[in-house]
């Protein structure tokens, strides 16, 4: 949610924001995303090692079954 209908800009103005993988929330100046740090579980296609890719990057999870 920002603080204001226009885009951010530069504004400073601190409000919380979600992460991008929704895990996480954090009071942040309006006009930064946040990323959080909270590491992917999903089992790659072995089952045995987990992913462990950063989940707020966006990226599909590599050879991940989707568990």
């Known amino acids: 949610m920002r603080c204001h ?3 951010c800009g530069q504004c400073l103005e601190r409000i919380v924001k979600r992460c991008r993988c929704g895990a996480k929330m ?3 100046p ?11 579980k999903k089992l790659r296609n072995c089952f045995i090692h987990a992913c462990n890719r950063k989940c707020c990057t966006g990226r599909d ?6 568990t």
């Open 61 to 66: 999870c590599p050879q991940s079954n989707g």
């Open 26 to 28: 954090k009071e942040v």
């Open 5 to 7: 209908k226009n885009a």
């Open 30 to 40: 309006c006009a930064r995303e946040f990323l959080c740090e909270t590491k992917c």
